[in-house]
């Protein structure tokens, strides 16, 4: 496994770089429509970077972080409010959030299928989810998740497609934005 706990100074310096300026804008665009004070659920947020950009388009909503590595929490932001859990098991109450974004970590979970429910259940009616990460089907995604499964990584990668049909099982309306070997993902509960 990759030991999060050991590189969130690493994280923190270089995982900016990773982000494109086309994902970064369709996390402002997403990010649009929400209401003041909206509460942001960052789940596997590493040390925050989603948070960082979804605060540098609306540093008016509250910033609330879960990953299960301290050591990368510790180099969150000031104004995101960290709390270490897992995706599978968040540590809070039931309609609780108004968004959640996932950064690069829902090919980390363990079962994709129960972080799923947990964040319907933290999500308020009508709540909102944004995902990043890299698409499977091209040759960039398949050499990432070879490498992270020989790294002991769960490598849930996905075909935006096949996701979309997952998410769409539990509720959501979805929209999926291409960004070459990667996707974004735009959801909302109905």
Known sequence: MIPF????WFFKTFGTVIYPKSVRQSLCNFLKPILPKARVLDVGSGTGVMSDFAHKCRDDLHFIAVDPAEGMLKFSKQYIQTHQGTAESLPFNDNDFDVVVMGESLHHFSDVDQAIQETVRVLKKEGRLFIYDFDSSTFMGKS???????????????????????LESYGFKVHITEHSWRYTISAQLQ
């Open 5 to 8: 706990n050991h590189l969130g």
């Open 144 to 166: 990432i998740c070879l490498g992270e499964k020989l790294l002991g990584e769960p490598g849930n990668f996905f075909i935006p497609v096949e996701l979309k049909k997952i």
